[in-house]
């Protein structure tokens, strides 16, 4: 066995994205990706990066990534939001997720964040298992709320 953690580069996109797709299929949204390689160029490799990647090599293949980004809460300050980590389903049990977590929470101390966050669905019993064993809080207080732009452009009457 052979996993490598790095971080991830423009040639990683179309692995990117083929992960984004399965963990897509795994929680019955696949239908609600709408990503694309050139958003991902734009969005993660650009003038202006919005997000971050750790890329797992597991024998020379990708096999899982973990994408992040900073959101800033008025309480605590600096956060890493951990958007998702994914493991291609043949390989997971082998600490691959494991070794992408432990590189996530090494960027939070790295970046002078004060903590994470993340989301799980809580039909999801393998990743809550998971987080639990990292001793991970789960809050039961907060809703989630989403927008999307199509919505947002109705409501506001703007094109762009």
Request: hydrophobic share 40%; charged share 25%.
């Amino acid at each position: 066995m052979s996993l490598h953690i790095r971080k991830g580069t423009v040639a990683d996109i179309p692995d990117l994205l083929r992960l984004i797709r399965e963990l897509a299929v795994f929680e019955r949204a696949e239908h609600e990706v709408s990503n694309t390689p050139e958003m991902m160029l734009r969005d993660g490799f650009g003038a202006n990066p919005v997000f971050g990647s750790w890329v797992a090599e597991y024998d020379g293949q990708v096999a899982g990534i973990a994408i992040w980004y900073y959101r800033y809460s008025t309480w605590k300050g600096k956060r890493l939001y951990l958007e998702d980590i994914i493991v291609t389903e043949d390989l997971r049990g082998k600490g691959i997720g494991k070794a992408l977590f432990k590189r996530v929470m090494e960027t939070v101390i790295q970046e002078g964040c004060t903590g994470m966050m993340w989301q799980v669905l809580d039909w999801n019993e393998p990743a809550i298992e998971f987080y639990k064993g990292f001793g991970a809080r789960f809050d039961a207080e907060w809703i989630n709320c989403h927008l999307e732009a199509a919505q947002i452009k109705e409501m506001t009457g703007l094109t762009s």
